[in-house]
């Protein structure tokens, strides 16, 4: 990747970013190496980003990466995160994660959950800082447990 294609701008999530949203976890689902749980719908991504969340713009002003969250008073409930595939690997992710670090309320939490299987992910949540706090046997439909991290 070109520092170029590697420019970015992170902003607050809107409902206008649901096509976007959608187009990006069709495509993680299709290339998917390990499980990441259920497809949404349509009608839940369109409600999904009518809540909290921010996403991630590249240089052509194409979405390239988002966080969706919901606010569960005291911590923030991490629901689906992604990156478009073909821009997976440009630190995106790792960038979004420490935007919503360095912007999260004092005394607030930031939650999420990973299947065990999927340690790319689970090694980027220890860099940016999460650390684990449990995890859910057989959570995933495929048997697998969902590992619990914690950021506060």
Known sequence: MT??????????????????????????????????????????????????????????NRLAAFVLLRDAVSAWEITFLATAVEVQRCGHMRKLLAHLVAILPKGQALWLEVHEDNVAAQHLYEVVGFQKVGHRPSYYSDGGAAILYNYE
């Open 3 to 60: 520092s170029s294609q590697c420019a970015f701008v992170i902003l607050p999530l809107t409902p206008a970013d649901a096509p976007e949203v959608s187009r990006i976890i069709d495509s993680v689902h299709l290339l998917a190496e390990v499980p990441i749980g259920p497809r949404w719908s349509s009608q839940q991504v369109d409600e999904e980003c009518r809540g909290l969340g921010w996403i991630l713009r590249d240089s052509s």
